[in-house]
């Protein structure tokens, strides 16, 4: 399920092994596909992706779930958690 937050969440799968690509699908995110390895690719294929957002987040698969726990909703606005 995305985020309320977000109102698109963009994956960009350059042929990884593990199943985060079928994952972020059966959770909602548009899932596209780089065929240049690396890290910079995907963020770039990501941009373009996005073209129209306001917010643009990049984060490694094993990345989102510690970003998850460190987010709060305080009064009103989102901050980290410290």
């Known amino acids: 399920m995305?985020?309320?937050l977000?109102?698109?969440?963009?994956?960009?799968?350059?042929?990884?092994?593990?199943?985060?690509?079928?994952?972020?699908r059966e959770a909602g995110a548009h899932v596209v596909q780089e065929e240049k390895r690396g890290y910079g690719?995907?963020?770039?294929r990501?941009?373009?992706?996005?073209?129209d957002a306001?917010?643009?987040?990049?984060?490694?698969?094993e990345q989102a779930c510690w970003l998850t726990g460190q987010l709060l909703y305080v009064g009103g606005g989102w901050r980290?958690?410290?």
Request: contains cysteine.
């Open 2 to 4: 995305v985020h309320p």
């Open 6 to 24: 977000a109102s698109k969440v963009i994956v960009v799968d350059n042929s990884s092994t593990d199943k985060t690509a079928e994952r972020a």
């Open 41 to 44: 690719y995907a963020c770039l």
């Open 46 to 51: 990501g941009t373009k992706e996005a073209r």
């Open 54 to 61: 306001d917010v643009i987040v990049f984060l490694a698969s």
């Open 80 to 82: 980290m958690h410290q």
